[in-house]
């Protein structure tokens, strides 16, 4: 006798409150070797410890700060477990590289001043590179729980967003900021171009954009 098994349902959906910190935990383990962030946050081989604790209050308060200004937490959900997060920030939000105050305040005293400066310019860079495009949703941070990768539930996620796009009448795409190939090549494939090539403390990156259905 054969088992079939039944096809796994999955939903997209808003980033329920219980969630929070399993998000925080697939964004710092998606991010944990991107080299902006190591550069900016002063990673280290030898004593990687500083690093990580740096990185888990950057994602801890970069998640307060979505939450708080009611910005997009996207989850790919199966059942009720998630298995996917994609953090969006619409560019007309107060959500703005000039963080308020006590944002800046936490990260400082967390991540330290210096570090806090050098990402809050690196906001500020994308944003005036993408000035032209008037109204847009940035990608923020977008991560698979490990346990799932290769089972392409970031296309799915992805492809979620396209919705969130077409919801948003007056936005003109999606951009998203890359480090990678690997990246670069998976973005390209699911219709993103490549806008500018941009550098940040001599790591490179290029902003890719997908424009809104007309």
């Not at 806090?116 to 977008?142: D, P, S, V």
């Not at 799932?148 to 492809?159: A, K, P, S, T």
């Amino acid at each position: 006798m054969t088992t079939v098994a039944e096809p796994e349902t999955l939903r997209v959906q808003y980033l329920s409150a219980e969630d929070i910190s399993t998000a925080a935990s697939l964004i710092y383990q998606a991010y944990h070797d991107d080299p902006v962030l190591q550069n900016v946050l002063g990673y280290k081989e030898d004593n990687p410890s500083k690093y990580e604790t740096k990185l888990r209050a950057l994602v801890r308060e970069e998640l307060a700060s979505f939450w708080q200004e009611k910005q997009p937490l996207i989850g790919l959900y199966s059942q009720s477990r998630l298995k996917a997060i994609a953090c969006v920030f619409d560019s007309s939000s107060e959500l703005q590289a000039e963080r308020y105050w006590h944002w800046r305040l936490k990260l400082m005293l967390s991540a330290g001043y210096l570090q806090t400066n050098q990402l809050i310019e690196k906001e500020r860079t994308i944003r005036e590179m993408l000035a032209e495009k008037g109204q847009y949703l940035f990608l923020a941070f977008i991560a698979v729980d490990p346990h799932f990768q290769g089972q392409g539930l970031g296309r799915y996620l992805l492809r979620g967003l396209d919705d969130l796009v077409d919801s948003h009448q007056q936005v003109s795409g999606l951009a998203v900021f890359v480090t990678r190939g690997e990246q670069r090549e998976f973005f390209s494939s699911e219709g993103f171009e490549v806008f500018k090539a941009l550098s940040f403390n001599q790591v490179e990156g290029e902003l890719m954009f997908k424009a809104a259905k007309e």
